[in-house]
């Protein structure tokens, strides 16, 4: 199973595998939904602050970003197609994981890459010290609250590298079964909303830099378009440093996925009673496991950096073009979180996974925030 095949939609909702499939008009008309949403997201991230001008709540209203408009109307439009029973019928237009790589290679179009590789060290460093530790500390914590292995490892690499993305590649590793993985994926978004407007109230109270605040919410909330919805409400600083840091832990996924196969092949398989399977190569699994999308990141700065460059004041205006599509993808992405949000498989599996899932969280929140500190301290963008 690789990443291509399974999306956090069909994760989510794996624990009806038989469910017929719908017309692609249906998909079509998905796509309407949340685009439609993402228009009135823009609509009210310049109407409330014009309607609350000159009254108590104007400062409220400003400080509000279009992801909190975003991400509360997806979760509107998700308990209203619900109840009318139309959301899984449009569920193959709430494309989450297309939006956000959409919008992350158009938000490498606004990052110069000389910022890239300026934070490329200590963002280095702060994946591998924090994706280690997290991943092991978990892996350690499920089995003293006895899950199954293969759930262990969905859990382990989905809190510490990237969500439902690393749950999907750790599945295909360890050959999961479909409800473990719908199970992970919800446990992923239930968290990772709240986070959304958790971290950056924290920012706010612990004094953190932009660029500190961006290393903490890039380090620690599990899916990457949570992470630009929170690194979005602290500011474009926070935005491009999460960024960075979340797609250097993303590379760490294929190698996660490469010690997962090994691990499973030659230590679980034969313990548990089964034949070693032949496996494809450490190099195909790297690259299949491997977010392309970080690739088109980083050409996309460095045509940018290039073209700023050279084109003066006709290439800021080509600039300005590709960030206004990033926030339109960003917004759509949001909106689609809200949108995919079930509840219904979380009552499967018990309460121990998501108490593995909640401290393993904590964990990861007490070890990024050290980390983002140290090694971000004193960064300038």
């Known amino acids: 199973m690789s990443e291509s095949e399974t999306t956090p939609r069909e994760a989510a909702g794996a624990a009806a595998p038989d469910a017929p499939r719908q017309p692609r008009y249906w998909a079509l008309l998905g796509v309407g939904v949340v685009v439609a949403l993402a228009a009135v997201t823009r609509t009210l991230e310049t109407a409330v602050p014009e309607a609350a001008e000159g009254t ?6 400003k400080a509000v970003e279009y992801p909190v408009y975003a991400v509360v109307l997806g979760l509107l439009g998700n308990a209203l197609l619900t109840a009318t029973g139309l959301r899984d019928r449009l569920a193959g237009g709430f494309r989450t994981e297309f939006f956000i790589k959409t919008g992350l290679v158009l938000l490498g179009s606004t990052v110069l890459f000389d910022v890239i590789v300026k934070a490329a060290g200590p ?3 702060q ?5 280690a530790s997290v991943f092991l500390f978990t892996w350690w914590l499920g089995g003293r609250f006895g899950l199954d292995d293969r759930l262990c490892a969905l859990l382990a690499s989905s809190v510490s590298i990237c969500g439902v993305s690393a749950a999907i590649a750790a599945a295909g590793a360890v050959q999961a079964r479909r409800e473990q993985l719908a199970y992970t994926a919800s446990l992923v978004i239930l968290f990772a909303l709240p986070s959304i407007f958790l971290l950056p109230w924290l920012v706010e109270l612990l004094g953190l830099s932009d660029a500190q605040a961006g290393a903490w919410i890039g380090g620690n909330i599990d899916t990457t378009a949570a992470v630009a919805a929170s690194g979005a409400i602290v500011g474009e600083g926070a935005l491009q440093i999460a960024s960075i840091v979340k797609s250097t832990q993303n590379v760490l ?9 090994a691990y499973f092949a ?8 089964g034949a070693v399977q032949a496996r494809p190569s450490w190099a195909r699994t790297l690259w299949d496991r ?6 088109g990141f980083l050409v996309a ?14 290439g800021q205006a080509g ?10 993808f960003l917004i759509a992405a949001f909106t689609s979180i809200g949108l995919e949000f079930r509840v219904g498989s979380l009552r499967e599996a018990g309460w121990r996974p998501v108490g593995v899932f909640a401290v393993a969280t904590l964990f990861n929140l007490v070890v990024g925030l050290v980390l983002a500190v140290l090694l971000f301290h004193g960064f300038t963008l």
């Open 123 to 125: 963002a280095v460093l």
């Open 266 to 273: 030659f230590r679980v398989a034969p313990a548990q009673g």
């Open 301 to 314: 700065s460095v045509v940018a950096t290039v073209w700023a460059g050279l084109a003066g004041e006709a």
């Open 56 to 61: 108590g709540l104007a400062g409220v209203a």
């Open 253 to 261: 996924m294929g190698v996660a996925a490469v010690a997962l196969t």
């Open 127 to 131: 994946a591998l010290v924090l994706v």
């Open 319 to 328: 600039l300005d073009t590709a960030k206004a599509l990033r926030d339109w």
């Open 290 to 295: 491997f977010p392309k999308f970080v690739l």
